[in-house]
């Protein structure tokens, strides 16, 4: 338990850090495709008979330098390559998993991972990866900022927009291969986006945003892992559904919509005023 909550920590923080990137650029979708290419990586290392770890490294990074160039040389809105890998890996990890000889147990593993048996490898991966995430960052906000504002602007101004844009890419293909045995290839999606939507909804400020998804990610790995030890659940399942609560409830509360009826309200009031 005390190896799954230090993981549940790291791989909050990672996560909800790079589904901020995610969720501002409006490239939520990218988070399925490299994690079904993480998978598909860890089953090739699973038949091949070399480490899981470094078949999905390999897979979900490849996936990742392939999105940038094809969005920007195909001049294609990013949802369309990442549709193209997304579909091109699912194919293969159910290829690779109609070869592997005998039971599929340690292939569901990977699918769906399992954060009470993560090892010391898996801390130390868990560990190097957040603080990478954290450091560039940290280190790269303003340019970060700019490029999510908008990549042009950001070139305009001599920001090197494409080479930051490809940086959180491959930080992506990063985090998801290094919570994949915690997590799960499925699951890892739902705890990028979740957190960062949900810390969306309560603020416009950046720094803010960076902050509460990394609390709402710790907070659903930690109340996941509780709520599976007290009810015999799946750990990784349950942690993606206690995202997914927390999603709902800022969205409840945030002070967006208020914001948003007001201005529909004000609009129809306007539009009445002129047809009058």
């Not at 969720?23 to 699973?46: D, R």
């Not at 094809?70 to 990890?93: K, Q, Y």
């Not at 990866?129 to 305009?156: N, P």
């Not at 009810?231 to 509360?253: D, M, Q």
């Amino acid at each position: 338990m005390h190896n799954a909550f230090l993981a549940g920590l790291l791989g909050g923080v990672a996560c909800s850090l790079i589904g901020v990137l995610v969720v501002t650029m409006h490239i939520s979708f990218i988070g399925v495709a490299i994690s079904h290419a993480a998978f598909a990586g860890a089953l090739l290392g699973t038949l091949l008979g070399f480490s899981p770890v470094a078949g999905a490294s390999a897979f979900s990074l490849a996936a990742a330098s392939i999105i940038g160039p094809v969005a920007d040389r195909g001049e294609f809105n990013p949802d369309t390559p990442i549709g193209i890998i997304f579909s091109v890996m699912i194919g293969l990890a159910f290829l690779f998993m109609g070869l592997l000889p005998g039971p599929k147990t340690e292939a569901l593993e990977i699918l769906w991972g399992s954060i009470l048996t993560v090892g010391e490898n898996d801390l130390v991966l868990l560990g190097v990866v957040c603080a990478l995430v954290v450091g560039a960052v940290t280190l790269f906000f303003k340019e970060i900022q700019a490029v999510i504002f908008q990549r042009e602007v950001a070139l305009a101004v001599g920001i090197p927009a494409h080479l930051v844009f490809y940086g959180m890419l491959f930080l992506t293909g990063l985090v998801i291969t290094a919570s994949l045995r915690s997590i799960g290839g499925i699951l890892i999606f739902n705890l990028i986006v979740n957190p960062a939507a949900a810390a969306y909804q309560l603020t416009y400020s950046l720094k803010k945003l960076f902050a509460l998804a990394g609390l709402f990610g710790v907070c659903s790995c930690w109340a996941g892992l509780v709520l599976s030890y007290l009810f015999n659940l799946p750990s990784g399942a349950t942690i993606a559904l206690v995202a997914a609560v927390v999603f709902v409830v800022c969205s409840i509360i945030s002070p967006k919509r208020k914001v948003k009826k007001w201005r529909c309200e004000r609009f129809v009031g306007e539009s009445s005023d002129l047809l009058q």
